[in-house]
């Protein structure tokens, strides 16, 4: 069966290493694959968006119409397709989608924000149903970090509908929710949001 992934976010987020190291790891799993970038190189923050396409047949449209899986990283992410399971950071999810503060989560349990894009790609893997293989992992990462990755990855895979939702309820606010109280006025007044999108450094994130 065709599952179609498409990650929504900002330049510096790490959205095409999430998609890199996922089609990476599904062609080494012997799936058929397809992976599509939308960015703007020239500058970081600006858009940057990807699409994985994954089947066990030959895949004749590469192009996501309709993602079976969406993940959202940014505020000002500018993909406007639909996706049947939305997956967000916290305080960017709409009613009904599922949010995960993966940025607090990689600096509390890694000691880096950067590592919240592996704790992302993991929940992507269960939610995709593909099989948690730890060699085939280490094999489509970089080497630097390489155990911290793959823990963080795990550490997403793991997560349970009952673990998302404690530590949704439990963490500390995220930037977009600080910048949504810092700008209420703002919104008052002329119903514009400002946030400000997330810039993570570091290996996972330097490559969009």
């Known amino acids: 069966m065709t599952t179609r992934i498409a990650l929504d976010g900002v330049g510096g987020q790490g959205v095409r290493v999430i998609a890199g190291v996922l089609g990476a790891l599904l062609a080494r799993m012997g799936k058929q694959v397809t992976v599509l970038f939308d960015y703007d190189s020239s500058v970081r923050g600006s858009m940057s968006d990807a699409f994985v396409i994954f089947d066990d047949a030959p ?47 990689g600096s509390e349990h890694f000691g880096k924000e950067l590592f919240g894009n592996m704790i992302a790609l993991g929940r ?20 630097r970090y390489q155990d911290e990755n793959v823990a963080a990855i795990r550490f997403g895979f793991l997560l349970t509908p009952g673990e998302i939702a404690r530590l949704a309820a439990t963490a500390p606010p995220s930037r977009f929710e600080m910048n949504d109280a810092a700008t209420a006025p703002l919104h008052r007044e002329t119903g514009i949001a400002t946030g400000t999108p997330v810039s993570v450094t570091g290996d996972a994130g330097e490559s969009g």
């Open 124 to 143: 992507l893997l269960r939610l995709a149903e593909i099989d948690f293989d730890d060699a085939a992992i280490r094999e489509s990462l970089p080497r």
């Open 59 to 105: 895949i004749a449209n590469p192009v996501v119409e309709e993602a079976d899986i969406m993940l959202k990283l940014a505020d000002k992410g500018h993909l406007r397709i639909s996706g049947r399971k939305v997956v967000t950071d916290l305080g960017l999810g709409r009613p009904g989608d599922e949010q995960i503060p993966f940025a607090s989560l």
